[in-house]
């Protein structure tokens, strides 16, 4: 679990140091922020997804998981703790400020967990005590910490407590976790998270609003998808 702290650690001192920074910044400069944090996360969405081995398999993972987390309302639900989150911090809250605080929280978690890297480096971590992958990805996660801390606020601190309950439950359990997905399970988990940064550039961007939560689901779907996948080929010429 150490290499989980130590992640979590990272995304503390950069959401730290974002916020000082972001006190400084004048709106116009905040909007340069959001506009350098939607190009990047736009970037990174795009490596992820490329590395699909099958456009079907992560075309019906994005549909299926978007009308689940739209049926139990997702989106809603992480955004009511997160303004939750925001009520237990002060007393004195605008709904402006309540809303920032929860899409902070909102698109950093998705940000820092949707990635193979988390998944992988967990396992390697608690299986092998191998904590480079999680190492790497602390550095990155605190930089971009700082970039998300300047443009949505303090939300993203609470980003820090879900990289803790994610990465621990793979490391803990990464020994049986690691066969069900295998290779091709994992390189379709990292394609939806892929999609998921997409939407998230978009909206920091402002071309699109998206219910990104609400499509969350499809990180579940698209493993099992890329099983049936596998099983169905066998029967096919």
């Not at 702290?5 to 972001?22: C, E, M, Q």
């Not at 990047?40 to 987390?69: E, H, N």
């Not at 698109?107 to 480096?121: K, Q, R």
């Not at 909206?203 to 998206?210: D, I, P, Y």
């Amino acid at each position: 679990m150490i290499a989980t702290y130590i992640n979590s650690i990272a995304v503390l001192i950069g959401t730290t140091l974002g916020l000082l920074i972001g006190a400084k910044l004048k709106d116009q400069f905040k909007q340069v922020v959001f506009t350098a944090s939607g190009l990047v996360t736009i970037v990174i969405g795009i490596q992820m997804a490329l590395q699909t081995k099958s456009y079907l398999v992560l075309i019906f993972s994005i549909v299926a998981g978007g009308l689940l987390g739209y049926l139990i309302g997702i989106e809603e639900a992480i955004l009511k703790l997160g303004s939750l989150f925001e009520r237990k911090r002060t007393e004195s809250i605008t709904p402006e400020s309540g809303s920032m605080f929860a899409r902070g929280f909102l698109n950093s978690s998705i940000l820092f967990c949707s990635g193979a890297m988390s998944i992988v480096g967990s396992i390697a971590a608690g299986t092998k005590g191998e904590y480079d992958l999680i190492l790497i990805k602390s550095v990155m996660d605190g930089c971009m910490a700082i970039i998300f801390a300047a443009a949505y606020g303090p939300g993203v601190f609470g980003s820090a407590i879900v990289i803790l309950v994610y990465q621990g439950f793979f490391t803990l359990a990464g020994s049986w976790i690691s066969p069900l997905l295998g290779e091709a399970g994992l390189a379709e988990l990292t394609a939806a998270g892929g999609i998921l940064l997409l939407m998230i550039g978009l909206s920091l961007l402002k071309v699109k609003e998206f219910k990104t939560a609400n499509f969350l689901p499809a990180l579940l779907f698209a493993p099992v998808f890329s099983k049936f996948g596998s099983w169905l080929s066998q029967f096919l010429p």
